[in-house]
């Protein structure tokens, strides 16, 4: 009898063994997930070759509890979208921000929102409170970041821009601070984390940002912010795992937490709104 029962009860303990080795075989990413990076503030931070940052920090979180592999190859910021969208070498894009034409082409996980304010010197004359009344301030230029995208008001406002020959598109961070304090211009859009991170680097926080006012700009809602997830280039499984596994990373804490080990306290909650 006592045999028997074991027959019974230990094949029912191995069949329950196999079944969560299968789900903790499933949960396993199929191959390394390819993710390029350029410098973002320290969203995504590069010295040399050593990739570091609020997301790559994430991800290689992800990847311990998901048995994933993430690579990041580093590339100009230009050829971040076009890899993804375009030529299809990449698996992940991220941070990226939503927009409608973006949707059609890949998956968003939706993981924070993100608000896009209006950024001049503190000695500009005038405060500015909606875009109407941007556009209508004709002889202000804006610097924007190439590639940048807060949502298809954004999209809009950068045509018109654009139309009026205001807007001067450069390559990084760095460049629209320099310009906005050489007088170049006379101001940019950008959620401040990013700003505040970019003139971080190398200075204290009164220089790196003491002489920049932010505000909010009427007629901009809050951007969606979080991650692309390839339809081309990764299995049906992979795709699944790591969508869920990104929407978890914000819903549990784990996305707020690397967040804090960059910016203040200060600083994120007037930009920062959690899913």
């Not at 789900?23 to 010295?47: D, Y």
């Amino acid at each position: 009898m006592k045999v028997r029962q074991c027959v019974v009860s230990c094949g029912l303990g191995l069949l329950g063994l196999l079944m969560l080795d299968g789900r903790a075989m499933a949960q396993q990413c199929s191959r390394a997930i390819r993710v390029p990076v350029a410098p973002t503030g320290f969203n995504v931070k590069v010295q040399g070759d050593k990739v570091e940052g609020v997301y790559p920090d994430l991800l290689r979180q992800i990847g311990l509890t998901k048995a994933c592999e993430f690579v990041f190859p580093v590339v100009p910021r230009a050829r971040l979208a076009l890899m993804f969208f375009d030529s299809h070498e990449a698996d992940l894009f991220l941070p990226a921000s939503r927009n409608s034409e973006r949707d059609q082409k890949a998956q968003f996980v939706p993981m924070l929102k993100l608000t896009p304010a209006l950024i001049t010197l503190k000695s500009q004359p005038a405060l500015i409170a909606d875009v109407r009344s941007l556009l209508a301030k004709t002889s202000w230029r804006a610097a924007m970041v190439r590639s940048y995208s807060w949502g298809d008001e954004y999209g809009a406002l950068m045509k018109q821009l654009e139309a009026e020959k205001r807007v001067d598109y450069v390559s990084d961070l760095r460049t629209v601070g320099l310009m906005l304090r050489a007088g170049r211009v006379e101001f940019t859009i950008l959620p401040p984390t990013l700003l505040y991170s970019a003139l971080q680097e190398g200075r204290s926080v009164a220089d790196a940002a003491g002489d920049l006012r932010y505000a909010e700009l009427t007629g901009l809602p809050r951007s969606e912010v979080g991650a692309y997830v390839s339809r081309q280039s990764l299995t049906e499984a992979d795709q699944l795992l790591l969508r869920e596994a990104l929407a978890g990373a914000a819903r549990d804490g784990s996305l707020l937490k690397a967040l804090q080990r960059y910016y203040p306290p200060e600083v994120l909650q007037h930009d920062v709104q959690l899913q």
